[in-house]
């Protein structure tokens, strides 16, 4: 009886009495059985009493371990016999944890090590397999992302990173007031997003802003979806990012065109000219006084470059349509092509790029997941299971040391 009462309250088997414990080769064996009362018919209900039993079936499960000693269940098991409905089955095993061997309370403390630790590290002190550690985890994130409210999401941030070496791509959003990742998906064209806009449109979720690059892929999705109540933000990392390929493009054409010492002082500056100045050593902002001096050229859209990233430091609306008209007008009159062309991308843009004075919002917290996504992506497991893989960023927020193993 005080067996039967420590399965009950330890491993939560509820319903079974115990038989016999033995200990065998380091480990602690449970041998139990189904309560009589608890034999109802699982086809049509009736009551234990009108169940009769028929063959028998052994089968062992782990339970949780006591220190470094396996606990075992070994359930001697029943074929039921329905006298009202004849039904012939096998007796239900609801204290499993899904398919697996295991019991649901191993399984809840399975997820919540996973929760601290890495995949390998659990299946190690456990001594379970990669696999089953790695199934008990998915499900459990399977249940509870399938429970997330999206109602109150008004904020997304939208980007996407490289899967594999830069040919494959996965588009993420990202609830920017949780910083919960809500969405992932293979690809970075519209199509990729648009299934995701369309559920949240569904669930009649209110949304306000949407922060995003300058391509015309997710601002096309949105507009598809949400039409014009929805405004699209495009934030300061994507358009610093062009000013920064518009400085290195006229490197590119300064090294093509000059020769010797000149062409020399210019070759080996690209990191100079892409960080901002507040991150360049004293000795590399020497050299870049050095350069700056010696190429007028340069040293315009330089200074462009700079400017251009102020925008997202003015305080409203009207001081950022001053600056745009002012940033572009400059922009063209040096008659660098690259920078020409980034005033027109700019000008095209305009709305999106003015919508930050409304909403303040912008892809940052997106980007700062990057390296969370690396350690991710670096696993061993890669991408074999991308199901797996999508889960993991849904939860990527709940944790500050990522593990993954
Ligand atoms: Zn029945």
């Not at 996973?114 to 790695?134: E, F, M, N, Y």
């Not at 507009?223 to 920064?244: C, K, M, P, Q």
């Not at 700062?368 to 696993?379: D, E, P, S, Y």
């Amino acid at each position: 009886m005080a067996t039967t009462s420590y399965l009950y309250h330890a491993m939560d088997l509820k319903g079974y009495r115990h038989l016999r414990t033995e200990f065998r080769g380091g480990r602690v064996i449970y041998h139990i059985e189904r309560a009589r009362g608890k034999r109802a018919c699982a086809e049509c209900e009736a009551p234990a009493h009108e169940v009769k039993l028929a063959g028998r079936f052994e089968r062992t499960f782990l339970g949780l371990p006591v220190g470094f000693k396996p606990q075992e269940i070994v359930l001697h098991g029943h074929l039921q016999v329905c006298s009202r409905c004849e039904a012939r089955v096998r007796e239900p095993i609801p204290f499993a944890a899904g398919k697996s061997r295991c019991l649901r309370a191993l399984g809840r403390y399975i997820v919540g090590m996973c929760g601290i630790t890495t995949i390998k590290h659990v299946a190690q002190l456990l001594g379970l397999s990669w696999d089953v550690v790695k199934d008990l985890f998915k499900a459990d994130l399977e249940r509870r992302h399938k429970r997330k409210p999206l109602r109150k999401v008004r904020y997304l941030a939208v980007d996407e990173f490289a899967t594999h070496k830069g040919h494959k791509y996965m588009t993420t959003a990202m609830d920017l007031e949780t910083g919960e990742i809500l969405f992932a998906h293979e690809g970075k064209d519209a199509a990729a997003l648009i299934p995701f806009l369309k559920r949240l449109k569904r669930a009649k979720v209110q949304l306000k802003a949407v922060a995003m690059d300058m391509s015309e892929a997710y601002a096309k999705a949105v507009r598809e979806v949400y039409g014009d109540t929805v405004d699209i933000v495009h934030d300061t990392f994507h358009v610093v990012a062009l000013a920064s390929k518009a400085i290195d493009d006229t490197r590119k054409d300064l090294v093509r065109k000059l020769e010797g010492e000149e062409r020399q002082v210019i070759k080996g500056t690209k990191f100079l000219l892409l960080r901002s100045k507040e991150n360049l050593t004293e000795d590399g902002m020497t050299r870049l006084m050095k350069l700056m001096a010696t190429n007028e050229p340069l040293y315009q859209v330089y200074l462009l470059k700079e400017d251009l990233r102020t925008f997202w430091r003015l305080p409203n609306e009207a001081a950022g349509k001053a600056f745009l008209d002012r940033w572009t007008s400059e922009a063209r009159a040096t008659g660098n092509k690259h920078f020409a062309k980034l005033a027109e991308t700019l000008d095209t843009h305009r709305p999106g790029l003015l919508a930050y004075f409304k909403h303040w919002i912008s892809t940052a917290k997106l980007e700062g997941t990057n390296n969370k996504i690396k350690v991710l992506k670096r696993q061993a497991y890669g991408f074999r299971d991308m199901a797996f893989f999508k889960l993991r960023l849904y939860f990527l927020h709940e944790r500050s040391i990522m593990m993954p193993g």
